[in-house]
């Protein structure tokens, strides 16, 4: 994977004042690396550093750099916010004092960025006060946790209370989820989605007769881990003008919902309205249902023609959408929690309602996934 070639260490031998140092960039297996270099001298001409290049960094080129205080070189110094005491299994729990030292600052910056050029993220961690002892003593930690994963992504069970998988991960990368059973469910969904949704919005599927004879709108009623994600990637993705408009009740304020009802006006007719739930029980999500059908009968609507539910098949909800003779059904998992249901039907049908490419958001989770799945946290130690 090129994410592992991108987790990178560089050195930086200690100088004296005036003196050239280069900053070397390697790999896990020792050798050079242009990804590293290309990131940090991209970060430099974006103007992050005021230094001529990456590779030659003096001692007075640095001291551009505004700081205060006493210098030192000692790498145990707490760069910036202290790590909790309880957090820390490092063995001193005295408080250090704050790095200073421009040199210091830079290799601790040039060690510990972290970056992924595919993706396009840059993770800085190098101001967080830690210490090598501290990195040391968390390294079985990290382990467990790299182990621990692998278990999760597997199958194990990991919500004993439950007793259900964790597996949102498979939602991006079907292959690799346990059974063959489970990989056709999500395939199937996602197909069904998209052309749901496509149908939607190319007026395949239409409201009842209405002046403009398609949806215009999309009404979301859901809270939490059922509407968070959702309104999430409807601020970060969503088109300036997209085919539908989405909006949310995600709570029970009956003064919002009434707000958001008012706002739809004569659009009511043509609106498509999604309730989400994972357990098809939540009383919010319910109160905001019954007061949409409200509406929809107070403007002699029929709100079965235009409600779609997302929700565990069997719920409350489910059985409802089942007896009313809803629009459309979809299925939300039990493997999946309702925080991390953003790649299944409760984030992909609203997204690719807004004409947002579903495909893309899938393929770029799988990557950062399998970022994750790099267990080399760091070279430098
Ligand atoms: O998706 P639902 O089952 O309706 O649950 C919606 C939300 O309900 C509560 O707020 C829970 O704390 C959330 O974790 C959950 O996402």
């Not at 998209?194 to 398609?214: C, L």
């Amino acid at each position: 994977m090129a994410s592992l070639s991108l987790r990178l260490a560089a050195t930086m031998p200690s100088v004296g004042p005036g003196k050239t140092m280069s900053v070397m960039s390697t790999t896990e297996s020792g050798g050079c690396s242009g990804g590293r270099e290309a990131g940090v001298r991209h970060l430099v001409q974006n103007g992050h550093f005021s230094v001529p290049a990456a590779v030659q960094v003096t001692r007075s080129a640095m001291s551009s750099i505004p700081v205060s205080g006493s210098s030192s070189t000692s790498p145990l110094r707490a760069v910036s916010s202290k790590i909790s005491a309880e957090m820390s299994t490092a063995p001193s729990t005295e408080e250090p004092e704050l790095e200073t030292d421009p040199i210091v600052l830079w290799n601790r910056y040039v060690n510990w960025l972290y970056q992924d050029k595919d993706l396009g993220l840059y993770l800085d961690v190098s101001r967080i006060g830690f210490s090598d002892e501290f990195y040391e003593a968390m390294l079985p930690r990290f382990e467990d946790a790299f182990k621990h994963m692998k278990e999760l992504e597997g199958g194990s069970i990991a919500n004993p209370d439950e007793g259900r998988m964790v597996g949102h991960y498979w939602l991006r990368k079907p292959e690799i989820a346990p059974t063959p059973y489970l990989q056709k469910l999500i395939l199937d969904t996602f197909d069904r989605v998209q052309k749901f949704a496509d149908d939607v919005i190319s007026a395949k599927i239409k409201p009842p007769p209405t002046p403009v004879g398609r949806f215009t709108q999309v009404l979301s009623v859901g809270i939490g881990g059922s509407a968070l994600g959702p309104q999430f990637v409807a601020e970060a993705l969503a088109p300036d003008n997209p085919p539908l408009k989405l909006r949310f009740i995600d709570n029970t304020d009956p003064a919002g919902i009434d707000h958001q009802i008012a706002q739809l006006g004569p659009e009511l007719s043509s609106t498509l309205v999604l309730v989400i739930s994972k357990s098809g029980g939540t009383p919010e999500t319910r109160n905001g249902l019954l007061e949409v059908q409200k509406a929809f009968r107070d403007a002699g609507l029929d709100f079965s023609k235009q409600g779609v539910a997302i929700t565990q098949e069997g719920s409350l909800l489910d059985n409802t959408a089942k007896i009313e003779g809803w629009l459309a059904r979809f299925p939300m998992f039990d493997w999946v929690g309702g925080r991390t249901s953003e790649m299944s039907a409760v984030g992909l049908l609203p997204a690719a309602l807004q004409g947002i490419d579903i495909r893309g958001m899938l393929d770029g989770a799988a990557i950062m996934d399998e970022s994750t799945r790099n267990t080399t946290v760091s070279l430098i130690l």
